[in-house]
């Protein structure tokens, strides 16, 4: 049989010569498997070990029964209008948004405000 074959690798054609197929790969897909090799493990670990360029984005918080608090999962669009935040900006400054949230909690909206005014980036 003339052709490339998997198991038993390319036969000659009638000629003498192999098909021009196999002639480029000797039927083997080639496939190359890019490592990573010290310096990029090396410049990976730097990066991952750097601090923030800004301050970390808040997490939004809101109250659960007497002097508790828990984690939410976004800042409500009511405290995001309070802290004068729009939603262009939060999504800029990695701000977490909830729109199923309704109502503001007063310290989330502090925070807000003073994230904002740390973030040095004009509203």
């Not at 192999?18 to 990066?47: C, I």
């Not at 199923?100 to 040095?120: E, K, M, W």
Request: hydrophobic share 35%; with cysteine; glycine share 8%.
């Amino acid at each position: 049989m003339i052709g490339c074959n998997w198991r038993r690798g390319c036969s000659p054609q009638a000629d003498g010569t192999l098909p021009p197929l196999a002639a480029s790969n000797e039927g083997r897909v080639n496939r190359t498997m890019h490592t990573w090799h010290k310096r990029d493990w090396k410049q990976f670990y730097e990066m991952a070990r750097r601090p923030w360029q800004r301050h970390r984005p808040p997490r939004p918080v809101y109250p659960s029964g007497m002097n508790r608090v828990q984690p939410a999962a976004g800042f409500s669009l009511s405290e995001l209008d309070d802290a004068g935040v729009d939603l262009d900006l939060a999504e800029s400054l990695g701000l977490p948004v909830d729109a199923g949230r309704i109502g503001a909690y007063g310290p989330n909206v502090t925070t807000l405000r003073d994230f904002v005014r740390s973030s040095r980036q004009p509203l």
